[in-house]
């Protein structure tokens, strides 16, 4: 779910998951990574275009247009706010949010995610979490945002609501 760039260990920005399918960014080194079930072909984006450093797979080529308009698309914008589950992929509502975070919830796979706004990344995941074995409570349960964010993130997740 957080993944670092192998290049530089940056932060990689999920761009697009679908299924077994994934598009990563490194906005600091310009690696990009194309997953495609069990493979991860590795290339460098170069003004406009994408150059394969990794062996070839036949499976990439009806990706490689889309991949490199999601890179073209966030390199001019930054990364929008899609709300998504980071376990499933699939779309999920907001519980709650403020000036630099949001939280978001999955009620198939009982799982939050919270995102937090970065400079020159836009919105990524900084975590998940979830209710407390007892269900009266939310709590972080996997950070791996910017330091200086988790309190702010632990703040936002056990001041949510208790559940229903």
Not at 90 to 99: M, S, T, Y
């Amino acid at each position: 779910m957080f993944e670092r760039c192998a290049a530089d260990g940056a932060d990689l920005v999920s761009l697009h998951h679908q299924d077994a399918v994934r598009y990563l960014f490194c906005p600091s080194c310009s690696m990009a990574v194309l997953v495609l079930g069990g493979n991860r072909l590795r290339y460098r984006y170069r003004k406009g275009d994408l150059f394969l450093l990794d062996p070839d797979d036949d499976r990439a080529l009806p990706h490689l247009d889309p991949f490199r308009d999601a890179i073209a698309r966030f390199v001019r914008t930054g990364q929008s706010f899609e709300p998504f589950c980071s376990r499933d992929g699939g779309r999920v509502p907001i519980l709650a949010e403020a000036e630099r975070v949001k939280l978001v919830w999955c009620a198939s796979c009982r799982l939050g995610t919270a995102y937090v706004a970065r400079l020159g990344y836009g919105w990524t995941v900084a975590g998940t979490f979830g209710l407390e074995e007892d269900g009266s409570k939310y709590s972080v349960r996997d950070y791996r945002g910017p330091d200086d964010m988790y309190a702010l993130i632990e703040s936002a997740v056990t001041g949510l609501p208790k559940p229903a």
